[in-house]
């Protein structure tokens, strides 16, 4: 980063020390500029310093102490880095022992990893850091460390939400070497990195953070002893997990693997039970835990957070006497009696489709609750339903210190359209501390607006669907003081304008309104500090537009605006584009946006008197809902400069109850020349026979598998946390680097621009499907299997018994891929046949089966895998699909002669967007993207594979949004 100029240097110093620079005791100004001269205009280092000063402006004796000591600690002319790396150690000498030992903590996560504060504040607790104090909770406690070490620079925010909230931070690479010195100076932290050299001492280990990435192999250090050990944190390989017979003491554990477990299909923790000291476990992957049968034995357990499939809840989890956090991924059955949990503070997930009306009347029980997360995934008759929602009435009206709650439908749910919330339940006025209602469709629509929410005076987030709103109905909510989000889905177009009087929402920093019909009017004085907001509306055949946003002028602090426009019933393309224009010429009469204005279009806005079908009507809510929550939260830097930013996030768990929405609108950025480069020479043969069907399995290849990928056990290997031993004779090695110098050759010319990519309302064109460079082993396999083989187009009531097996082509964690020949039209097909267990460890697996089924049925896209149709044959399930016949892009780049270059790697991005468009159109999120599940065939498309771990969302929850799905340390190497 270029350092900041003398004036902005001391800008940004006054602002964090006194406010201004005239606000700053004279005596003190001129040690002020030595301070930001010593500085050298580096931000990190101006903060840090200002930091470490705001507190103290009235002891200059300190000012001139700490200005002498960093000026004989730097040379005569030290560089920018020595600059930096001084006024850090500086600042971490003087930070009090409680701050210094949080923040040598956050050394236990991987160079570069997103820490979330709800998880670091929980962490700092059970390691005993936080000492309650008076009548503060050491939730309060930790929570004003945090930000002590996000005022002094120490840690740097990356998500911050409406209310000013830091929900997630990083360390800047400075920062963290710093504190990895000192951690193993003072043998705080012992960090093992597969790719580095071990950081801390090998002796006795304190705490133990183990990265080992996809490295395939891992040595555990010698002369390491475990037995004081308070904390492990591993992220990698299951099979390189040691063993917890010496973890005695261990009150932390966190578990984070993914992707190719190498024949592992589970994880055995049933011997958990005995570290009787934990306090925090979390684990995150992608396999099935098995948890022991009874858990009681951990009485000291205060977080239990698995995101990942269960084999079985224990039963006796009612029974843990000091548990606060339970987060369980969504779809868990819970068992009865949940309610007897009296310390629970946090509950995520609570199915009201799973559970009893028992379960849901015991939730009364739960005193101490503050978050609660409840969803409707099972689709139950409707008086089910019902009889949930009335015991749901009963119970939260008991619930006296609840802060938060989301109901939504889950995310396989299907669309219930009954307006069962407004008929038996109303918002609890009596919640005084409710912050924030998050009440989504389809079961949470209301029929008029629910006045009573206006007496939730600290209600800060709201979000809800009504079929009908009248003239003065939001009235009701205008005066809350705290509210600063707000969301409100109108499924009837109002009859007359919203108006939003004087002195409206004062503190309202977002709002969102989507409707049928856009007819809003803003009094001057309204929505005094509302800085975004977002308007969804549809276009009308023939329509005039008068006045949509009457008064948008007196929206003072108004910073960005999101345009949203579908299409009613017979508009047309140029209605389109005159409300387009309409939306656009009110837009500028405000002072702010005299030319730039984000419209996005949609296929329709929705709206009850529209003739749509069920899918279509669910497929629209679920896609403004999901540009909804990857646009409500703003990161700092957004707020800066008024525009969304293509920001990408590591995907992880987090509790809902701290993150309110995502950061900022993702919007897919073209080149600005809007070409791309395309082969000037491509292989005859290849050219002409490449037909566009063509496709082989992917899943499950190991990196040095060659037309095959690694085999797996035809049953699941379960491995097993097992006190007795630990698989750690493995040597270290890292993997082979690829060729990259290689010559061009007629397979790898030198690419040049000779067409163009154009995106028009939404749609790519096709000119950029070309035929990509092949391996030579490749050219003759292509030859032999494409040539003269027609495409197949199958009936699916015809599926069964017209195709004949034949070799294998590959193996996964579920079974054997072959290929296989169409009886009648000899076209070729992919078939994954899967035997059927019957046993409860196996029901997990074949329900994500189902899911993929389910999901590969509804698509048909040039970019994604074709589905043909599934069979069940004598305990056996037959699933056929696309034959793909190149494989994956894994493959691909390990077979390759020459180097892959840049635009070959621009293409394959554009297949894998064009293909992640169409999910997420359909309101799809895939979950497992990663080069084994991104197959090529002979014309060189890119198409996705393997939808297990995909989901249909009708809305997206923040905690699934934020969810690590997939092989997420790849991201974080990336």
Same mark, same amino acid.
């Given at each position: 980063?270029?350092?900041?100029g ?8 006054f602002?964090?020390?006194c ?35 705001? %507190? ?10 700490? @200005? ?8 005569t002319?030290?560089?920018l ?5 001084e ?15 949080c ?10 990893f ?9 962490? #700092? ?5 936080i000492t ?23 840690? @740097? ?8 909230e ?15 010195y000192?951690?193993?100076?003072e ?6 990195? *597969?790719?580095?050299a071990i950081?801390g ?6 705490r ?10 891992a ?55 005995s ?5 925090y476990?979390?684990?995150s ?6 948890l ?25 989890i ?13 779809e ?24 009893t009306?028992? =379960? ?7 005193? =101490? ?14 008086e089910?339903?019902?009889?949930? &929602? ?6 939260v ?21 009954h ?6 339940y109303?918002?609890?006025v ?12 389809p ?7 629910p ?15 009504v ?28 009859a ?8 409206a ?6 709002? !969102?309104?989507?409707?049928g ?5 803003f009094q ?6 509302v800085?975004?907001l ?6 009308r055949?023939?329509?005039q *537009?008068?006045?949509?946003?009457a ?24 209605d389109?584009s ?9 837009i500028?009469?405000? %002072? ?11 296929? #329709?806005?929705e709206?009850?008197?529209e ?5 279509n009507? %669910?497929?629209? !809510?679920?896609?403004?809902i999901?540009?909804?929550?990857r646009?409500?939260n703003?990161t700092?830097e ?12 590591q ?16 919007k897919?950025?073209m080149?600005s ?6 082969p000037?020479?491509l292989?005859d043969n ?12 992917s ?33 270290l090695?890292?993997p082979t ?15 040049s621009p ?10 790519w ?7 990509l ?8 396999q ?5 040539s ?6 199958v009936? &699916? ?12 082509i ?11 020949t169409?009886r ?9 046949a899967i035997?059927?267990?019957?046993d409860s ?15 590969l049925s ?6 994604i ?8 044959i004598?305990?056996?399930? *037959?699933i056929?699909?696309?034959?793909v ?6 493959k ?20 894998i ?7 997420h ?23 996705l594979a393997?939808f297990?771990?995909?989901?249909h ?15 997420p ?6």
């Amino acid at each position: 980063m270029k350092p900041l100029g003398s004036h902005a240097s001391a800008e940004l110093f006054f602002s964090i020390v006194c406010g201004s620079e005239h606000r700053c005791p004279d005596q003190l100004k001129e040690v002020s500029y030595r301070f930001i001269g010593k500085c050298g205009g580096l931000p990190l280092a101006t903060i840090c310093i200002a930091g470490l000063l705001a %507190s103290q402006t009235d002891n200059s004796e300190l000012w001139h102490h700490l @200005q002498k000591c960093l000026c004989s600690n730097l040379s005569t002319s030290p560089t920018l880095e020595e600059m930096l790396k001084e006024v850090l150690n500086l600042s971490y000498s003087c930070l009090p022992h409680y701050l210094k030992t949080c923040l040598l903590y956050l050394a236990m996560y991987p160079e570069g990893f997103t820490m979330w504060k709800v998880d670091l504040l929980k962490q #700092w607790i059970s390691e005993g850091f936080i000492t309650a104090k008076e009548e503060k909770e050491v939730e309060e406690i930790a929570d004003s460390y945090f930000y002590e070490l996000v005022n002094k620079g120490m840690i @740097q925010p990356e998500q911050i939400n409406h209310n000013d909230e830091v929900l997630s931070c990083t360390l800047h690479h400075t920062v963290r070497d710093l504190i990895m010195y000192k951690s193993k100076e003072e043998n705080f932290i012992t960090s093992i990195d *597969y790719s580095k050299a071990i950081t801390g001492n090998s002796n006795m280990v304190r705490r133990l953070s183990l990265h080992f990435s996809s490295a395939k192999y891992a040595t555990k250090p010698s002369g390491v002893i475990l037995s004081q050990s308070r904390s492990l944190f591993f992220f990698g390989l299951l099979r390189c997990l040691p063993s917890d017979v010496e973890f005695k003491l261990l009150r932390v554990l966190i578990l984070d693997f993914w992707g190719n477990q190498y024949g592992h299909t589970s994880l055995n923790l049933t011997r958990i039970c005995s570290l009787v000291h934990l306090r925090y476990l979390k684990i995150s992957c992608d396999i099935i835990v098995e948890l022991p049968a009874q858990m009681r034995g951990l009485q000291y357990m205060e977080t239990l957070e698995i995101n990942a499939r269960l084999s079985a809840v224990p039963l006796d989890i009612i029974h843990l006497p000091s548990l606060l956090h339970l987060s369980l991924r969504d779809e868990t059955n819970l068992p009865d009696g949940i309610g007897r949990i009296r310390s629970l503070r946090t509950l995520q997930y609570f199915d009201l489709g799973n559970n009893t009306e028992d =379960n849901v009347l015991s939730l009364g029980g739960l005193m =101490n609750l503050q978050y609660l997360h409840l969803t409707y995934s099972t689709v139950q008759s409707d008086e089910h339903l019902k009889r949930n &929602m009335v015991a749901l009435a009963s119970s939260v009206i008991k619930l006296v210190n609840l802060k938060s709650v989301i109901l939504a439908p889950g995310a396989l749910s299907t669309a219930i359209y009954h307006d069962v919330l407004s008929s038996v339940y109303s918002p609890p006025v009596f919640l005084q501390g409710l912050q924030k209602l998050d009440l989504l469709p389809p079961i949470c629509m209301f029929s008029s607006f629910p006045k009573d929410i206006g007496a939730v005076r600290k209600l800060c987030y709201l979000n809800l669907v009504v079929r009908e709103l009248r003239r003065n109905d939001i009235d009701s909510i205008t005066g809350l003081p705290a509210l600063t989000v707000l969301s409100l889905y109108v499924r009837q177009p109002p009859a007359e304008s919203i108006i939003f009087n004087n002195g409206a929402f004062p503190a309202l920093k977002y709002f !969102k309104y989507m409707c049928g019909v856009l007819c809003l009017a803003f009094q001057e004085g309204a929505l005094p500090n509302v800085h975004r907001l977002k308007l969804g509306f549809n276009a009308r055949k023939g329509q005039q *537009y008068d006045v949509l946003l009457a008064g948008i002028q007196h929206l003072v602090n108004l910073k960005k605006i999101d345009g949203i426009i579908g299409a009613a019933e017979g508009a047309e393309e140029p209605d389109r584009s005159a409300a387009e224009s309409a939306f656009k010429d009110t837009i500028h009469k405000h %002072s702010r946006f005299p030319s730039y204005v984000n419209v996005k279009r949609v296929d #329709w806005v929705e709206e009850e008197n529209e003739p749509r079908t069920e899918v279509n009507s %669910s497929s629209s !809510k679920c896609h403004e809902i999901l540009q909804e929550q990857r646009g409500v939260n703003e990161t700092e830097e957004d707020t800066k400069q008024f525009a969304d930013s293509g920001v990408t996030n590591q995907i992880m768990q987090m509790s809902p109850q701290h993150m309110d929405l995502c950061a900022a609108d993702t919007k897919l950025t073209m080149p600005s020349n809007n070409r791309m480069s395309f082969p000037e020479k491509l292989h005859d043969n290849i050219a002409a026979e490449a037909v566009s069907f063509s496709c082989t399995t992917s899943s499950g290849s190991s990196p040095k598998s060659s037309s095959a990928p690694s085999s797996h056990h035809s049953l699941p290997e379960t491995y097993t946390w097992d006190p007795e031993g630990s698989p750690w004779s493995r040597a270290l090695s890292p993997p082979t680097p690829r060729n990259t110098s290689a010559p061009q050759s007629a397979m790898h010319p030198m690419l040049s621009p000779e067409d163009h990519i154009s995106r028009a309302e939404g749609t790519w064109s096709t000119a950029y499907f070309h035929p990509l460079p092949l391996p030579p082993s490749a050219i003759s396999q292509v030859k032999a299997t494409l040539s003269n083989q027609p495409a197949p187009k199958v009936e &699916m009531s015809l599926v069964a018994g017209q195709w004949e097996k034949r070799k294998l082509i590959g193996s996964g964690t579920f079974g054997d891929v072959y290929e296989a020949t169409n009886r009648h039209t000899g076209a070729l097909c992919a078939v994954k046949a899967i035997s059927i267990p019957n046993d409860s460890r196996s029901a997990e697996s074949l329900k994500q089966l189902d899911q993929e089924i389910k999901l590969l049925s509804q698509f048909k896209h040039e970019n994604i895998v074709q589905y043909y149709g599934s069979e069940t044959i004598e305990g056996h399930l *037959y699933i056929y699909m696309e034959y793909v016949h190149l494989g994956s892009i894994n493959k691909y780049i390990q077979q390759h002669c020459g180097a892959i270059t840049e635009s070959i790697v621009g293409n394959f991005t554009h297949h894998i967007l064009r293909g992640l468009a169409f999910l997420h159109g359909q309101n799809i999120m895939h979950r497992d993207i990663k080069g084994a599940n991104m197959l090529i065939d002979g014309n060189g498309v890119v198409k996705l594979a393997d939808f297990g771990t995909a989901k249909h969302c009708y809305y997206v929850i923040q905690s699934n949004f934020c969810k690590r799905m997939g092989t997420p340390i790849v991201a974080r190497q990336a």
